[in-house]
C-alpha cells in the first residue's frame, strides 16, 4: 500500500528525521546552519527561519551582517561559495532574489499577509507578477523592482517598517533562449508586466501601482498610500468606499492636470476640447471636456466618461517625442541610489562586448546607467498618465464589489493586454504564418 503525506505532514517527518538538535536549537544557531555544506541540514534550517516570519530574516541579516556589508561595500561577481550559500539561503527565508540588499520578507500565503497587517495594524503591499520574485528568470518589471526599488535604501526602509509584504505569481514568466550555433548563447524573459496593490488589513485595494517606477516617484507613491490607509483607519467603519471614490477622482484630476502641465512645460498646448481650470501662476489646475462641462445633471456615468475622454484627449498630443521630453522634466525621479547601483555593477562584471574579448568599461558602465535611469523615467510618466488614471476610473466604477483576484484579472486583460484566456500571452496567433513546421510550436 502507498502512503501519501501532505506537504505540511511531509515536512514535519523532514524536520523531525534530519536532525534531532535542530528542533532545541537557537535561531541564531539555525542561522548558521542554513550556510551548512550539508545540503539536507541547511533546508531544514532554512524552513524554520522562514516559518518564523519576518523575525527569521532579521536573524538571518544580523547573524551575517558582516559578510553581508562587505559584499554590500564591494560588489564581487566572482562569488565563493559561502557567499552563495549565503545569498541562497537569504532569498530562500525572504522569497525574493538579492534580498541580501533589500533585507525584506515577502508571505506568498495572502491568508498569513491578512493576519500579519491585521496584526500589526499595517497595510498589505500585494506585488502580482510573472513568475517567481525569488527566481533570476521572473518577468522584466520584478526584476527591474528588485534592483532599482527594493534594493532602495529609503524605499526598502519604508517598506521594512510601514508594510506587510506580499507577492503572487499570475502565470509563469516566458523564457527564450537564443542559441547563436557556435557557443554562445542568450537568455531572455519575453512580455509580461507586474503592478503593486496597497491593500488594507481585509485586502481591499486602496492604490495601484502600474508598471515600473522612478524610485523617487514610487517612495512619493508609498508615502501617500500609508497616509491614505491611516486615515482610512481613523474614520472606522465597514464601509471606505465613498472616501476612495473622493480621493481617486481628485487624484485622476491631479494626473491630468499634471499632465497637461507637462505637454505645455514641453512645447505643446492643450487641446481645443478641453475647458481648463487655471491657477494664479497659469499651470493647470482641472480639467473637463467641454461637451460634458455643459451637461447640467452631472452623474457619475457622465464623470466617469469624462475622466476616460480626458486621458485619450490628452494622449492623442503625446507622441513619441513628446513622452521623451515630459521623462526628461521628471528625470529626477529615476536617479538610483549607491546599492542598485552596487548590484548592477555586480550584474554587469561578467558583460562582455560583441566580440567577446572585453569587460564594459567605467565609461560604458556610466553610459548603461544613463540610459537604463532615462527609460525608468520614461516607464514613470506613462505609467502614471496612461496607466493609472485608467486605474483609477475602473475602481471607482468596481466600488470594492470585485475581489482583489477578479480585478487583478481585468488589468491583466485589458490594461497590460495579457488576458489570461491567452495561453501564449500574444507571442503565437493561428493566423500568422511563420514558415516553420506547426509554427514552431514545441
Same mark, same amino acid.
Given at each position: *500500500?502507498?502512503?501519501?503525506?501532505? =506537504?505540511?505532514?511531509?515536512?514535519?517527518?523532514?524536520?523531525?528525521?534530519?536532525?534531532?538538535?535542530?528542533?532545541?536549537?537557537?535561531?541564531?544557531?539555525?542561522?548558521?546552519?542554513?550556510?551548512?555544506?550539508?545540503?539536507?541540514?541547511?533546508?531544514?534550517?532554512?524552513?524554520?527561519?522562514?516559518?518564523?516570519?519576518?523575525?527569521?530574516?532579521?536573524? *538571518?541579516?544580523?547573524?551575517?551582517?558582516?559578510?553581508?556589508?562587505?559584499?554590500?561595500?564591494?560588489?564581487?561577481?566572482?562569488?565563493?561559495?559561502?557567499?552563495?550559500?549565503?545569498?541562497?539561503?537569504?532569498?530562500?527565508?525572504?522569497?525574493?532574489?538579492?534580498?541580501?540588499?533589500?533585507?525584506?520578507?515577502?508571505?506568498?500565503?495572502?491568508?498569513?499577509?491578512?493576519? +500579519?497587517?491585521?496584526?500589526?495594524?499595517?497595510?498589505?503591499?500585494?506585488?502580482?507578477?510573472?513568475? #517567481?520574485?525569488?527566481?533570476?528568470?521572473?518577468?522584466?518589471?520584478?526584476?527591474?523592482?528588485?534592483?532599482?526599488?527594493?534594493?532602495?535604501?529609503? !524605499?526598502?526602509?519604508?517598506?521594512?517598517?510601514?508594510?506587510?509584504?506580499?507577492?503572487?505569481?499570475?502565470?509563469? =514568466?516566458?523564457? &527564450?533562449?537564443?542559441?547563436?550555433?557556435?557557443?554562445?548563447?542568450?537568455?531572455?524573459?519575453?512580455?509580461?508586466?507586474? /503592478?503593486?496593490?496597497?491593500?488594507?488589513?481585509?485586502?481591499?485595494? /486602496?492604490?495601484?501601482?502600474?508598471?515600473?517606477?522612478?524610485?523617487?516617484?514610487?517612495?512619493? +507613491?508609498?508615502?501617500?498610500?500609508?497616509?491614505?490607509?491611516?486615515?482610512?483607519?481613523?474614520?472606522?467603519?465597514?464601509?471606505?468606499?465613498?472616501?476612495?471614490?473622493?480621493?481617486?477622482?481628485?487624484?485622476?484630476?491631479?494626473?491630468?492636470?499634471?499632465?497637461? #502641465?507637462?505637454?505645455?512645460?514641453?512645447?505643446?498646448?492643450?487641446?481645443?476640447?478641453?475647458?481648463?481650470?487655471?491657477? =494664479?501662476?497659469?499651470? @493647470?489646475?482641472?480639467? %473637463? /471636456?467641454?461637451?460634458? %462641462?455643459?451637461?447640467?445633471? &452631472?452623474?457619475? %456615468?457622465?464623470?466617469?466618461?469624462?475622466?476616460? *475622454?480626458?486621458?485619450?484627449?490628452?494622449?492623442? !498630443?503625446?507622441?513619441?517625442?513628446?513622452?521623451?521630453?515630459?521623462?526628461?522634466?521628471?528625470?529626477?525621479?529615476?536617479?538610483?541610489?549607491?546599492?542598485?547601483?552596487?548590484?548592477?555593477?555586480?550584474?554587469?562584471?561578467?558583460?562582455? =562586448?560583441?566580440?567577446?574579448?572585453?569587460?564594459?568599461?567605467?565609461?560604458?558602465?556610466? #553610459?548603461? /546607467?544613463?540610459?537604463?535611469?532615462?527609460?525608468?523615467?520614461?516607464?514613470?510618466?506613462? #505609467?502614471?498618465?496612461?496607466?493609472?488614471?485608467?486605474?483609477?476610473?475602473?475602481?471607482?466604477?468596481?466600488?470594492?464589489?470585485?475581489?482583489?483576484?477578479?480585478?487583478?484579472?481585468?488589468?491583466?486583460?485589458?490594461?497590460?493586454?495579457?488576458? %489570461?484566456?491567452? @495561453?501564449?500571452?500574444?507571442?503565437?496567433?493561428?493566423?500568422?504564418?511563420?514558415?516553420?513546421?506547426?509554427?514552431?510550436?514545441?
Amino acid at each position: *500500500m502507498r502512503v501519501k503525506f501532505s =506537504a505540511p505532514l511531509l515536512l514535519l517527518v523532514v524536520l523531525g528525521c534530519t536532525s534531532p538538535l535542530l528542533a532545541k536549537e537557537s535561531p541564531d544557531e539555525l542561522a548558521r546552519v542554513a550556510l551548512s555544506e550539508d545540503a539536507k541540514a541547511a533546508s531544514v534550517a532554512i524552513a524554520k527561519l522562514r516559518s518564523l516570519g519576518p523575525a527569521g530574516l532579521e536573524t *538571518m541579516l544580523r547573524v551575517h551582517a558582516s559578510r553581508i556589508n562587505q559584499q554590500i561595500k564591494t560588489p564581487q561577481a566572482a562569488l565563493d561559495p559561502n557567499w552563495q550559500r549565503l545569498s541562497d539561503a537569504l532569498d530562500a527565508v525572504s522569497q525574493q532574489k538579492n534580498s541580501y540588499l533589500s533585507g525584506l520578507y515577502w508571505y506568498t500565503d495572502f491568508s498569513q499577509a491578512k493576519a +500579519a497587517a491585521k496584526k500589526s495594524g499595517k497595510p498589505i503591499l500585494s506585488l502580482r507578477l510573472l513568475g #517567481n520574485l525569488n527566481e533570476e528568470f521572473s518577468c522584466a518589471n520584478s526584476r527591474f523592482f528588485r534592483t532599482i526599488l527594493y534594493s532602495n535604501q529609503l !524605499i526598502s526602509q519604508v517598506l521594512r517598517e510601514q508594510f506587510v509584504l506580499h507577492w503572487k505569481s499570475v502565470r509563469p =514568466a516566458p523564457r &527564450v533562449t537564443i542559441d547563436f550555433g557556435d557557443g554562445r548563447k542568450l537568455e531572455r524573459t519575453l512580455t509580461g508586466n507586474s /503592478i503593486h496593490y496597497i491593500l488594507d488589513t481585509e485586502g481591499r485595494p /486602496i492604490e495601484a501601482l502600474p508598471g515600473l517606477y522612478g524610485p523617487a516617484a514610487f517612495l512619493r +507613491a508609498l508615502v501617500a498610500s500609508e497616509s491614505v490607509f491611516a486615515k482610512l483607519q481613523q474614520e472606522g467603519g465597514p464601509d471606505p468606499g465613498k472616501s476612495l471614490v473622493n480621493y481617486r477622482r481628485e487624484r485622476i484630476q491631479r494626473l491630468n492636470a499634471n499632465w497637461l #502641465n507637462d505637454i505645455e512645460k514641453t512645447g505643446g498646448t492643450a487641446p481645443k476640447e478641453l475647458m481648463v481650470v487655471r491657477r =494664479a501662476d497659469g499651470t @493647470p489646475e482641472a480639467l %473637463a /471636456i467641454l461637451q460634458l %462641462a455643459v451637461v447640467k445633471m &452631472v452623474t457619475e %456615468a457622465t464623470m466617469l466618461r469624462s475622466f476616460s *475622454m480626458l486621458g485619450e484627449s490628452l494622449g492623442k !498630443i503625446t507622441d513619441e517625442p513628446a513622452w521623451r521630453r515630459i521623462a526628461e522634466l521628471h528625470r529626477s525621479d529615476a536617479n538610483l541610489d549607491a546599492r542598485s547601483i552596487g548590484l548592477i555593477s555586480r550584474q554587469t562584471q561578467k558583460v562582455f =562586448a560583441a566580440d567577446g574579448s572585453r569587460m564594459v568599461n567605467e565609461e560604458g558602465f556610466k #553610459n548603461l /546607467i544613463d540610459k537604463l535611469q532615462m527609460n525608468v523615467a520614461l516607464d514613470t510618466v506613462r #505609467n502614471e498618465y496612461l496607466m493609472r488614471t485608467k486605474l483609477y476610473v475602473w475602481m471607482i466604477e468596481d466600488r470594492g464589489r470585485s475581489d482583489l483576484e477578479t480585478f487583478n484579472e481585468k488589468v491583466y486583460a485589458e490594461l497590460f493586454l495579457t488576458p %489570461a484566456s491567452d @495561453p501564449w500571452l500574444g507571442l503565437f496567433t493561428a493566423d500568422t504564418y511563420v514558415a516553420l513546421e506547426g509554427g514552431g510550436i514545441k
